[in-house]
């Protein structure tokens, strides 16, 4: 990273999975001429063109190359983006994979693995990394899923790890309270991605990318604990959440 040029007013902005989806339009949500961007992620041609396009919006923004389980990377990256920018202002924990996986498939334990080590223990490695360079009254987001309300099958290890996001970020949010920083834990539904396009089946209230960016900006901004985008997922949600397991079981088997 070059030399700082901090100006009065702007604000430092920190995203991984930044290359593409959610976190390519979170990093083009952000961008504007106050804005100055950290962008991380795993391959440098898409983040290049992330960082292009912020930068045409008037965004002060350097690049990461960086894997999210790699703890000792996001530690350099931490140090070098205060010395560049000052203290961060937001930081989105966004990068994440997803891939079906059956435990009756020995095979597939290795992915199983890697699906928890970014989407989860990438986050916690991402806030620890982060943290002491957070302003006071920060916020931070992290990217979860309607997933991860209750257990689907063929895809346990993405519930799984998407479950644990969400109560990780929750006792998050209460340990950081005394130093009045925001924890804010974002449940998309679907959201047309890269991700979701590799989908073959119906996909409700399917919401374009760059809307969602929005919606997920102003949550954090505020300081909202919790949001669910599109908002109709939100109401599965709440019925996923309170559904008996008979009822469950018997709706989750037939879909299988």
């Not at 992330?50 to 350099?76: F, K, P």
């Not at 991402?126 to 689907?152: C, D, H, M, N």
Request: net charge positive; with cysteine; aromatic share 6%.
């Amino acid at each position: 990273m070059a030399a700082s040029r901090r100006s009065t007013g702007s604000r430092t902005i920190v995203i991984t999975g930044a290359g593409t989806g959610i976190g390519r339009a979170l990093a083009l949500a952000y961008a504007d001429p106050s804005a100055r961007l950290l962008l991380i992620g795993r391959r440098l041609p898409e983040l290049e063109q992330t960082a292009a396009a912020a930068r045409q919006c008037g965004a002060d923004v350097e690049i990461g190359q960086a894997d999210v389980t790699d703890a000792a990377a996001l530690d350099r990256l931490a140090r070098r983006c205060h010395e560049r920018f000052g203290p961060i202002s937001v930081l989105v924990a966004n990068a994440g994979i997803s891939h079906g996986t059956l435990s009756s498939e020995p095979a597939d334990r290795v992915m199983f693995a890697r699906i928890v080590a970014t989407n989860l223990v990438g986050v916690e490695y991402t806030v620890s990394a982060f943290l002491p360079y957070l302003a006071t009254g920060a916020r931070i987001a992290g990217i979860a899923s309607i997933a991860g309300l209750r257990g689907l099958p063929g895809a346990s290890a993405y519930c799984a790890s998407k479950a644990g996001l969400i109560t990780y970020l929750e006792s998050l949010r209460l340990e950081l309270r005394p130093r009045a920083i925001r924890v804010c834990c974002i449940a998309p539904g679907y959201i047309a991605t890269p991700m979701t396009a590799e989908n073959t089946y119906p996909m409700p209230w399917l919401m374009p990318v760059e809307r969602a960016a929005r919606r997920m900006r102003r949550a954090i901004d505020r300081g909202r604990p919790w949001l669910v985008v599109p908002w109709q997922m939100a109401w599965v949600g709440r019925l996923l959440r309170i559904l008996p397991i008979p009822i469950f079981d018997f709706v989750g088997s037939s879909s299988d």
